[in-house]
C-alpha cells in the first residue's frame, strides 16, 4: 500500500502585490535622448505593405533591463513595441535613416549608455514619486489638451518629458499666463505636467499640429472622430 499524502495546505495568492510587483519590474529607471535621427517603423492595417517612419523622441531603460524606444503617441510617451492598434498603427521595427539599416531590437550603444548612466545616478527610494530626470522635446511635439467637455480645446507645444521615481512618464507644458521671462527655460514656475492640469492629453507630431493650427478640414475631421472613441 501507498503512504497516504497529507493534503497540501491552500495558498492564497495576492493578485495586486503581484501586479505591483510586476510592474515594478517594468518601472521605467533611466531616459536617453535619441539625437541620431533614428526611427520607428510602424504599418497601418488598411495598407499592411506600406511602412511608415516616425522619428524616436528617447530610449528608456526599465528595472529589468529592458531597453524599449520611445514616442510621443497618443495620450502618453509610448514604447514602440506596444503599438499595436489596427487603425492607428502597429510597430514593425527600427531605422537608421542614413544607412536605411532595419533592426528589432535597439542598438547596443544606447544600452550601455543608459546602464552606466544609471549605475551612476541610484536615487534612493521614496514613498513619495520624485522627479528623477527631465529631457527637452526635440520633434516639436505638440499636445491637444481637454478638460471639461463644454470648455474648447488647447493646442500646446511640448516643452519636455520628466521621468519620476514611480516610473511615471509626463509631458511638461507651458503656462502663457505665468511666463515671466523667455526663452522658457527648464526649472521656470510656467511650466507643468500636462495630466496635473488637463482630464485629456493627446499627443501629435509637428506636422499634424501645424494642419491644426491651420484648420485642415480633412485633418480636423480626423480629430474629431479620434476624440470621440
Known amino acids: 500500500m501507498g503512504i497516504p499524502l497529507s493534503p497540501r495546505p491552500a495558498q ?134 481637454m478638460d471639461e467637455e463644454d470648455q474648447p480645446w488647447q493646442l500646446k507645444q511640448v516643452f519636455g518629458w520628466r521621468l519620476y521615481s514611480d516610473g511615471q512618464l509626463e509631458a511638461l507644458l507651458v503656462d502663457e499666463s505665468q511666463v515671466e521671462s523667455t526663452p522658457v527655460l527648464a526649472g521656470d514656475a510656467c511650466l507643468y505636467p500636462g495630466h496635473s492640469r488637463h482630464r485629456v492629453v493627446y499627443f501629435f507630431q509637428r506636422a499634424i499640429a501645424n494642419r491644426i493650427k491651420d484648420e485642415d478640414p480633412v485633418t480636423l475631421e480626423a480629430l474629431a472622430l479620434m476624440v470621440a472613441r
Not at 88 to 116: Q, W
Open 12 to 145: 492564497v495568492i495576492d493578485l495586486e502585490a503581484m501586479r505591483q510587483r510586476l510592474h515594478a519590474k517594468r518601472r521605467m529607471v533611466r531616459l536617453a535622448p535619441e539625437l541620431d535621427g533614428l526611427e520607428m517603423l510602424y504599418h497601418l492595417a488598411s495598407d499592411p505593405d506600406t511602412l511608415y517612419g516616425m522619428p524616436l523622441l528617447a530610449w528608456g531603460l526599465r528595472e529589468n533591463g529592458e531597453v524599449v524606444g520611445l514616442v510621443p503617441w497618443m495620450e502618453s510617451l509610448t514604447p514602440c513595441h506596444e503599438l499595436d492598434d489596427p487603425e492607428y498603427g502597429h510597430f514593425v521595427g527600427y531605422r537608421d535613416p542614413e544607412t536605411e539599416e532595419i533592426f528589432s531590437s535597439p542598438p547596443d550603444h544606447k544600452l550601455f549608455e543608459l546602464e552606466h548612466a544609471a549605475a551612476y545616478f541610484d536615487y534612493e527610494e521614496t514613498d513619495a514619486a520624485t522627479l528623477i530626470q527631465q529631457l527637452p522635446d526635440t520633434l516639436g511635439t505638440h499636445a491637444l489638451c
